[in-house]
Nanobody, 123 residues
């Protein structure tokens, strides 16, 4: 499956962005999905994950209450709604898909990765 992330950009502190990730090649409904980010000089960080059906999500503490992950299996698309953005949210954001049936936080559990979309939050 190929993943294409989009929706990044420049936003001011306190603003919002919605990232999208569209799949091609195979339907997304067979995969659990995750969002990660990587800031310059830092390791790739788990943000959120969602079950195949979309009824279960989990979030990193750093984004809980500000970010919301959702999916539309009919459109083979997963979303990350990001509110109350802070300068420390600046990073390249990646979507990922796992063939496993469990919601994973570890990046080594994901089999497919999108190319990333840059989010820059200005102070």
């Amino acid at each position: 499956v190929q993943l294409q992330a989009s929706g990044g950009g420049l936003v001011q502190t306190g603003g919002s962005l919605r990232l999208s990730c569209v799949a091609s090649g195979r339907t997304l409904r067979s995969y659990t999905l995750g969002w990660f980010r990587q800031a310059p000089g830092k390791e790739r960080e788990f943000l959120a994950a969602i079950s195949r059906s979309g009824d279960t999500t989990t979030y990193a503490d750093s984004v809980k209450g500000r970010f919301t992950m959702s999916r539309d299996n009919a459109k083979d698309t997963v979303y990350l709604q990001m509110n109350s953005l802070k300068p420390e949210d600046t990073a390249v954001y990646y979507c990922a898909a796992s063939a496993g049936g469990t919601i994973w936080r570890g990046r080594n559990r994901y089999d497919y990765w999108g190319q990333g979309t840059l989010v820059t939050v200005s102070s």
